[in-house]
């Protein structure tokens, strides 16, 4: 709950001042209380002796008008756990010696008698003692739920003057509402007297509590900033974990064997380079994507790495996934047959798209060729045939090259024609 | 005589990988892990070529354009610009062309073999430009080569000449120079002037592409 809270927080920041008093939170022990531990607890936050406060507190519930107030407390007020984390008063030096408590109390206890029996004197005279009640409360409340250090603040900001300032200001403008209030008269004009001088409390209560107002939403924007951070660095760690973390673990393991190990770093490279600098298009659907799979692909099976250079783009069609059909089985071959380094090159121009599949294998010779290889090269030409390309291998000083051209019809999309017309 | 080469990358582990591969073929001056040390260490060797990461931490906070841009102007003890080779494993179009506009010679990715790197290298020495495969298709990208724009007259900064998409059409293919020149029936030193000439192009291009990239990295 809230006030849990409030009692650990300040209590860390109790602990952590060094200079000026120690001041325990605002709690009502479980132990030495006579009713329900507000007395003890204010004694113990305020530094007020125990046994003249009670002797006040019971006054004024006598009087009546220290009931709701006692209640109030009672009821805000969170309840201590344990004993205090830090050591009450040293009572000669700090605190309020009993003579002043008196000074203090014993004004209070006529005005406030003087209100209740005022109040239930007049049942007009309510609108005297309800405001004064609410700006208590409210003050009361607003005291109770400050850390330390914040009310260290509000009492006295850095910038002194300013602090005195704001504070004169403050209590005029009370003082003011409350003499607007004091002396209305009645009739038709006294309501208008009334709503001023609320509005000059409200003022003065406002401009009072400002800077714990914008220190407050500081503090709640601050908070939304840390959480959202702490999100992002808990996706980061996530991300990491599954995918750096596991693949550095399995290089680990196999150390001895620099192709598996070549293999794994290609491979987590690729995929956190595509976390990283991921793309907002999306990444299917185009001829460019599927060729860069299909090679990756290879290279995850055979592990021999696959150099990938693509210009221009478009969607796939039925007539490009055939060649990215057909591209896959010439990268198989270049990886199986041939030797690296294996690169790939896709050109999508306007009306046809041209890949290149190159290793640096020793080349072949045509009679030597296995069975299956012919097959496979049956099915890349075939395939391309099909769909109305045509594919060539041809055999370089330096390894073999295979050719596939296939035309596409209709290129892309509707705005790239639009954009052409302009031009 | 080997060349002398500074190594500008952030990761030691890399820097001491690449000494270790370079060590008989160049001479290894100085090493730096970031823009700023890396300019004072190229001030100070003047090297003939530096091996530069495109992402490094420090200077404006465009990382190896940085270096390039801090460095210009500056020579060899022969009298040669100290001339630079962008070594990286970005897969990002955009850095890879801002470090090529802000001066480098070339582009190799980090995955390159040890014997074309320092082919590389001694091709980036005598001036010409290096493009990877994947440098080839990013200048085909940008260019509209691919969509069949193509210069009416070879002079034209905003597009590539028919030859010149030629010869980087085979340089993504995975083709050395080499080969290169015997596919096309040219001498070496023709797709070697052919490869500059794009490199050109690619640092002077208004295109506007280039220019947004350019742009993006608070480059113009």
Redesign the interface.
């Known amino acids: 709950m809230c006030g849990r809270k409030w009692v650990r927080l300040g209590g860390v920041s109790e602990t952590a001042r060094v200079d000026g008093v120690q001041r325990p939170p605002l709690a009502r022990p479980t132990e030495g209380r006579v009713v329900a531990g507000v007395c003890a607890g204010v004694s113990r936050h305020l530094g007020v002796p125990l046994a003249s406060l009670r002797v006040i507190t019971a006054i004024s519930i006598v009087f009546l008008f220290g009931l709701p107030v006692y209640a109030f407390l009672w009821l805000t007020m969170p309840q201590s756990d344990g004993p205090a984390l830090v050591n009450p008063f040293d009572r000669e030096h700090s605190g309020i010696s009993r003579s002043r408590l008196f000074l203090i109390g014993i004004p209070v206890l006529v005005v406030g008698g003087l209100a209740v029996s005022g109040a239930i004197r007049s049942v007009a005279r309510l609108s005297l003692t309800l405001p004064l009640l609410v700006i208590g409360i409210g003050l009361v409340l607003v005291w109770s739920r400050l850390g330390t250090a914040e009310r260290r603040q509000w009492i006295s900001a850095d910038d002194r003057r300013e602090t005195r300032i704001r504070t004169v200001i403050g209590i005029v403008m009370a003082l003011m509402g409350l003499i607007l209030l004091l002396s209305q008269g009645g009739g038709f004009g006294r309501l208008r007297d009334v709503t001023v001088g609320v509005l000059v409390v409200l003022l003065g209560v406002g401009i009072l509590g400002a800077p714990f107002i914008a220190r407050f939403f500081d503090t709640l924007r601050t908070e939304q900033t840390e959480r959202i951070r702490a999100t992002e660095k808990a996706d980061i760690a996530a991300h990491l974990h599954d995918s750096v973390l596991q693949t550095l673990a399995l290089i680990q393991r196999r150390a001895d064997d620099p192709q598996a190990v070549q293999l794994l770093a290609r491979a987590q490279?690729r995929e956190l380079?595509n976390w990283l600098?991921a793309e907002q298009a999306p990444k299917d659907a185009t001829l460019a994507s599927a060729v860069k799979e299909a090679a990756s692909d290879i290279e995850t099976l055979h592990g021999i790495?696959v150099?990938v250079?693509?210009?221009?783009d478009r969607p796939i069609g039925e007539a490009g996934a055939a060649l990215v059909q057909a591209l896959r089985e010439a990268l198989a071959n270049a990886v199986r047959h041939g030797a690296p380094?294996v690169?790939v090159?896709l050109?999508?121009?306007?009306g046809e798209a041209e890949a290149?599949v190159?290793d640096h294998g020793p080349g072949f010779d045509p009679a030597d060729v296995p069975e299956d290889r012919l097959g496979v090269r049956e099915s890349i030409m075939g395939r391309m045939d099909r769909h109305g390309g045509e594919a060539q291998v041809r055999r370089?000083?330096?390894g073999t090259?295979v050719r596939l051209r296939m035309p596409l019809p209709e290129p892309t999309t509707v705005d790239d024609d639009n954009a052409k017309d302009e031009t | 005589m080997t060349a002398r080469v500074v190594l500008v990358d952030d990761h030691r582990m890399f820097r001491s990988g690449v000494k270790a591969e370079l060590d008989d073929a160049v001479t290894v001056v100085g090493e730096a892990p970031d823009v700023d040390a890396a300019i004072s260490v190229i001030r100070q060797t003047r090297p003939d070529v530096v091996l530069l990461d495109v992402h490094l931490p420090g200077g404006n906070g465009n990382g190896g354009s940085d270096v390039v841009t801090g460095c210009a102007g500056l020579q060899t003890e022969a009298g040669d610009p100290v001339r630079f080779l962008a070594l990286s494993v970005s897969d990002a179009a955009e850095d890879v062309i801002a470090v090529i506009r802000a001066g480098a010679r070339g582009y190799v990715t980090k995955t390159i073999s040890p014997t074309d790197l320092i082919s590389a290298i001694d091709r980036v020495q005598d001036g010409d430009a290096v493009f990877s495969p994947r440098l080839a298709g990013f200048v085909l990208d940008a260019f509209g080569a691919t969509a069949g724009e193509i210069a009416e007259v070879d002079e034209e900064l905003d597009r590539l000449s028919a030859r010149e998409r030629e010869v980087m059409r085979l340089i993504a293919r995975g083709y050395q120079y080499k080969e290169v020149a015997k596919e096309l029936f040219i001498s070496v030193k023709t797709v070697e002037t052919h490869v500059s000439s794009v490199l050109r192009k690619l640092q002077l291009s208004s295109r506007h592409e280039l220019t947004s990239w350019a742009m993006q990295r608070r480059l113009l």
Not at chain 1, 309 to 312: H, L, Q, S
Not at chain 1, 347 to 350: A, L, Q
């Open positions: 490279e380079r600098y790495p150099d250079v693509v210009t221009g380094p690169s090159y050109e999508v121009g306007p290149f190159r370089l000083d330096d090259e």
